[in-house]
């Protein structure tokens, strides 16, 4: 048996961390890692979610609505669309003949702020 509330903390602390890496990454225009690190920031939340429903571990997928169905976490219209976005992003890094379109900094800024609230969102639904 897992240590699941040891298992949530890790999610969560990990995901603060990363939304951390992501304002850098974007403050300094590397836009491309930035938007990675958005994507990890809503995956390690809802993984959070992931261990405290099922008292497992969280599964080894980077597929937030495969995530989020697992457990049925319901997200708005705005949220789902935004999840669609962010998995444009969580390939980089991982292939390297992966090459997507940049939003400008005020976009991927503003997918910024849609991260930060949608993980204020997800910490108070736990």
Known sequence: M???DKQVTYWINGAI???KSAKILIDRNRLLHGLFFCHLVIEKAIKAHVVRQTKELAPRSHNLLFLSEKIELKFNEDDEIFLGILM???LQGR???YNPNIPDKATVSNYLTKTKNLLIWLQAKL
């Open 88 to 90: 444009k992003y969580q």
């Open 17 to 19: 961390d990363d939304l």
């Open 95 to 97: 292939y390297p003949d």
């Open 2 to 4: 897992i240590d699941s």
